[in-house]
C-alpha cells in the first residue's frame, strides 16, 4: 500500500490515521458484527458516534451552548439556497462581500431566488488579491445578514480578521460564513457569527456531508412555503435526523475530530503546524523568480495555495514530474489555471517540505 | 470479526463482498495512493468510477437511452420536495395514491409547499393491507403526474402491478414511483415511469446518496426560482456534478452494481432469490398460531415482513433472544411497533432462514 501526498482542494486529504481506523471498524464495530454504514441511524450505537461527533467538534471549537450544530447534507451550494430562504422571510436584503468565485456563487443563488441582494463590499477591483477592509464594508439599511467566504478555495484568498456585521445605523446583523475551506484549521471565536456552514470535503470529512453551527435565534425564522429540509428550525429539532443523515460520513467526520483533539492536540497546535506548512510554501515561492503568487501577504490562505509558473508551457511536464514524485493534484481549478497546492490539515509537514523540494528542484532545472 | 444477519429497514445490511472490496481499496485506490474519498470528483479515476457505475446500473434495470441517471443528495424526503417543485410549474396539481407512511409524507411535502394536491386512491379505509387496485384510481382532469410507493418500508405493503396514470380524459401523465426500498430487488420495465427515485440506503449503498431515474422530457420543466441543486436538467446537464457529489457512497453504490452483475447474476438471479426468502418467512409467520401479518398475500413485501407476537409482552424477550443469537435490527418502526424483519438484497438466505429458526424456536419456547 501506498499513500501519496494529496494536495486536492476537494474532496482532499483525510488523515491516514482516520482512515486506518475506519478501515479496521469497516465490516465490524466494535464487536457489533455490522458497519456502520448498515446501523440504523437511530440505533443506540449510532446515536452515540452522532453524539460523540458534537460534543468533540464543540470541545475543538468551544462552541457556545446558545448554538446548535447540524450535520447535512447538500454541499456548500445548498446552504447558498439555505441561507436566505430561512434568513430573509421576515424581509430586508441579503448582504454580500464579494471575495471570488464561491463568494459569487452564494450571491448568484440568492438572487435566483428572487432575493434583494445588497454587495456590502467587493474585492473585484483590486482583482481578489486582498479581502475589502473593514472600513469598506457598507451594509443596506434594510440588511438581514452579512455572508461572506472565509476562504476562497480558488482564488487562495483569505479573510485576516471578522468583519463586523453593523447597519449605517449601528445596529447588528447576524454574520454568516461559508467556511467550508478553512473550518477547523485553528481556533474560531464562534459568537461572533449567527451562522457558520462547511462543507465536509475538506477538514471535515468525506464530500457529501455538511456542517451548519447556527445561534438559537435564527432557528425559526424559515417561512412556511419552503421544503421540510430546509428549515433550520425543524432540523435542529430532529437533531439533523428529520430523515436520514449521511450516518458514515458523520460517523468518518467524528473520527477527524477525534484525530484533532489526541493526535494533533487541538486547534491551537493545529494551526501552528498550518502556519508552518504555508509559510514554508509561501516563503519558497516568493524567493523564486520562477513561481508567483499574486495575494497580498496578509491574505494569503493558509489552505490553498495557488501559484504560476513563469512559463506555462512548463505546467505539463510540472504536473506530470510532481504527480511521478508522488505529488498529486496539484493542477489549479479549470477556471484560473495555473497551479494550486492545497494544504489542509491531512497534508502533513512532510508533504509540505516534499513540495518545496520539489518545486526547487524543477525550478533548477527548467528555469 | 463476525459478521451478524441485518434486518435493519435502513440503513441496511450491505454485501459482505463490497464491505471487503471497500476495505482492501481504503487507504490506496489500485495504487493510485490515495483513497477514493480523497479523489477529486472531476479526476479522470473518480469520473471513471462514476461512469461505470451508471454504466452497470444502465444494465442491470436495463434503462433506456431517453433516461438521465442522476446521484444526489438528500434521500427520498428531499424528493418529495424536488419532484413537485420540478413537475408543477406548468401548474396541474400533484396525485397521489396513498399507501402509508412514506406516501403520506410525500403528500405532506407538496401540500406544504403550497401545490394542489388531489388523493387519486388511498388504502387507509382497509388499514393498507392491500394496494389500490387499477379501477380504484381516479386522477384528476388536470393531473400533472401519478405519484405513488411501490414499497411501503413501514407497512410491508407493495406493488403487485405498476399502476396506469391516466387522467379521466385518457390522456397520459408521467408516473413517478419511490422507489426507496424496492428498487434493484428484482427486474423493472423502467419505460413506464417517468421518474423513479430511491434513498440508496436500502438495496444500492450507504445513507446519503439519492438515485433519480428521469425521462429526458421532464426535464426543463422547473420554475426559474427553484434552488439550482433542485432543478433535474441543471444537475443531469452537469453529470450530478453542479457541485461536489457525494463520491464515496457513488463508489460503493457503484461496488454494491458489480455485485449485482457478477456476483449474483442480475437482477432476475436476485429477484428468485428475494423470493425464496419472502417465501420462507411469510409461509412460517401463516403456519404459526404465534406470529402474523396483516397484508394481503398479494401485496406483501418481499423486502420487509412487519410482523406481530401474539402477545406483545414477549417483545422484548424476542428482541433481546433475537439479538443474543446474532439476529439484528428486528423491532418494529416505532410508528407501528411490533416486529420487522427487512429482506433486502444483501441479507442473505441463509440469514432469512436462520431468522426462521430463531422464530420457530422462539414459539416453541413461549407459545
Partial sequence: MTRH????AGPAALPTAVLERAREELLDYQGRGLSVMEMSHRS???VAIAERAE???RELLAIPDNYRVLFLQGGASLQ???VPMNLLSGGGSANFLHTGIWAKKAIAEAKRLGYPVHLAASSETNGHARVPRQEEIALAADAAYLHYTANETIGGLAFDYTPAARRPDGSEVPLVCDMSSSILAGPLDVSRFGLIYAGAQKNIGPAGLTLVIVRDDLLGRAAGGIPTLFDYQALAEAGSMV???????WYLAGLVFQWLKDDIGGLEAMAAINARKAEALYT???ASEFYANPIAAANRSRMNVPFVLADERLDEAFLAESEAAGLLNLKGHRSVG???ASLYNAVPEAGAAALIDFMT???RRHG
Avoid at 243 to 249: L, V
Fill in 243 to 249: 430523515n436520514t443523515p449521511p450516518t458514515f460520513a
Fill in 80 to 82: 447558498f439556497a439555505m
Fill in 284 to 286: 519558497a515561492i516568493d
Fill in 44 to 46: 443506540p450505537e449510532f
Fill in 338 to 340: 495555473g497551479m494550486r
Fill in 361 to 363: 528542484d524543477f525550478a
Fill in 5 to 8: 501526498y494529496n494536495f486536492c
Fill in 55 to 57: 460534543a468533540d467538534l
